[in-house]
C-alpha cells in the first residue's frame, strides 16, 4: 500500500517541520531544466471524430484576445489604496475575528503592517500565477506533441497561445502596476517538475489541465469577487475565459481515455491527483511573505492552519478540481481510495458542484464584451 510518506514525503499533511522543509536552493537562478523521456506522436488519422473537442475548438479559435490593444493599461493603480480598499470589506480578512493573537507578531501591528501584508501578498499570488502559467505554457506545448488524436492537437495548439498571453499579461501587470517579484515557490516547482518528468501524455493533462489549470480556475474566480481595482478585475474576467475552456479540454479528453485503464492504472492517476492536490495546498501557505514580513514562518503557519475561515479560503480553492475527479471516475476507483484522500483534505464537499467540462461556455467573458460592444 502506497504511504503517505511515499507521495508526500510526510506522514502527516500537517507535518509543519516537512512542509518548511521544502525550499528552493536557487532563487536567483534564470532558467531550471526538466529532463525527460518521451515519444513525439505523429497520427496520419485526420478524421475529425470528437464532436466535444471539435466545439471547444471553435470556441478557442473566436475567443482570443491581445493583452496590448484589449485592457486598458492606462488604468491607475494604487496598491496602498487597494490594499485599503479590500481591507475595509468585511469578508476580505487575513484572519478571522475570533482567533486569538495574543502572545504573537500581529498582536501589535498596526494598519500599516497589515497593509504591508496585503502588498506583499498581492506581489506573491500574482507572482505565482505567472510562474503556474508558464508551466502551463510549457505542458501544453507537449500535449500538441505527444497526444494521439487530431482534434486534441489542434485545440491544444490554441492553448499555447493562451498560455502565452497568460504570461505576457501576469509579467506585465506585476511590473507596470505592482511592486515586486517573487521567485517560483518550492512546492509548485516540485508539482510542475512532477508533471514534466512523466512522459505519459495523460499524466500532462490530469497534472496540468484538471489539476493546476482547475485550482487556477477557482484562484482568478476568487480574487475577481474581491479585489477592488478595475484594470486586474478585467484581466482576470478574461484569463478565466481561457482557463474554462483549458480545464474542459482535460475533461473531454480524459474522461474517455480513462474508462479504458485497469484498477492498477487508475491508482497511478488517483495518487498523483492527490499529490499534485496537498502540493497545491502547500504552496498556497506563501511562506515566502512571512519570510519577506520578518514573520517566524512557522509560527504564522501555525495560526492558519488553525483559523478555520482560512482553511475555507483554501478548500474552496479545490471546488473545480473535484468535480472534475469524479467526472473522470477518480474519485470511486480502487474502492474510493481519492474520495478518501479528498475526505481528509476536507474538499470532498464540492464533488457535486458543476464540472467545467458543462461550464466553459458561460465563463466565455471576451465573446460577452464583443457580444455588447457591437
Known amino acids: 500500500m502506497t504511504t503517505n510518506q511515499d507521495m508526500i514525503g510526510r506522514d502527516e499533511i ?25 515519444d513525439a506522436i505523429f497520427t496520419w488519422d485526420y478524421e475529425r471524430s470528437r464532436p466535444a473537442l471539435i466545439k471547444l475548438y471553435e470556441k478557442a479559435k473566436t475567443s482570443q484576445w491581445n493583452v496590448t490593444t484589449d485592457l486598458d493599461w492606462s488604468t491607475p493603480v494604487d496598491q496602498e489604496q487597494v490594499a485599503l480598499n479590500n481591507m475595509a470589506r468585511e469578508d476580505v480578512k487575513f484572519f478571522s475575528d475570533d482567533m486569538d493573537l495574543t502572545g504573537t507578531p500581529f498582536a501589535k501591528w498596526g494598519e500599516k503592517e497589515w497593509v504591508q501584508l496585503a502588498i506583499e501578498g498581492q506581489n506573491w499570488t500574482l507572482s505565482q500565477f505567472m510562474h503556474g502559467e508558464q508551466g502551463a505554457l510549457i505542458c501544453t506545448a507537449r500535449i500538441v506533441e505527444t497526444v494521439p488524436w487530431i482534434d486534441a492537437k ?6 499555447v497561445m493562451d498560455e502565452a498571453r497568460h504570461v505576457e499579461v501576469f509579467g506585465k501587470y506585476l511590473d507596470e502596476k505592482l511592486s515586486g517579484h517573487y521567485p517560483i515557490n518550492a512546492h509548485l516547482r516540485l508539482l510542475l517538475d512532477d508533471i514534466l518528468a512523466d512522459s505519459r501524455w495523460d499524466m500532462t493533462y490530469l497534472g496540468m489541465q484538471i489539476m493546476v489549470e482547475g485550482l487556477a480556475l477557482a484562484a482568478f474566480g476568487f480574487m475577481h469577487q474581491m479585489t477592488t481595482e478595475p484594470l486586474l478585475k478585467q484581466m482576470l474576467r478574461y484569463v478565466m475565459s481561457d482557463e474554462a475552456r483549458h480545464v474542459a479540454f482535460g475533461v473531454l479528453s480524459l474522461q474517455e481515455y480513462y474508462q479504458e485503464l485497469t484498477d492498477a492504472e487508475m491508482k497511478d492517476r488517483q495518487e498523483f491527483a492527490f499529490e499534485a492536490a496537498v502540493r497545491m495546498r502547500d504552496r498556497f501557505l506563501q511562506q515566502e511573505v512571512w519570510d519577506r514580513m520578518g514573520v517566524n514562518v512557522k509560527d504564522a503557519l501555525t ?21 472534475n475527479c469524479k467526472k473522470l471516475g477518480l474519485l470511486e476507483r480502487n474502492d474510493a481510495w481519492l474520495r478518501k484522500k479528498f475526505t481528509d483534505l476536507g474538499v470532498i464537499q464540492f464533488e457535486d458542484w458543476v464540472d467545467t467540462g458543462e461550464e466553459y461556455a458561460m465563463l466565455d467573458e471576451v465573446a460577452k464584451d464583443r457580444a455588447a460592444g457591437a
Open 303 to 323: 495560526l492558519t492552519l488553525q483559523d478555520e475561515s482560512r482553511a475555507l479560503f483554501q478548500n474552496i480553492l479545490f471546488s473545480k478540481i473535484v468535480p
Open 14 to 38: 500537517n507535518d509543519l517541520e516537512a512542509i518548511l522543509s521544502v525550499t528552493n536552493t536557487d532563487t536567483d537562478a534564470v532558467m531550471h531544466a526538466v529532463r525527460t523521456d518521451l
Open 154 to 159: 489542434y485545440y491544444a495548439a490554441t492553448q
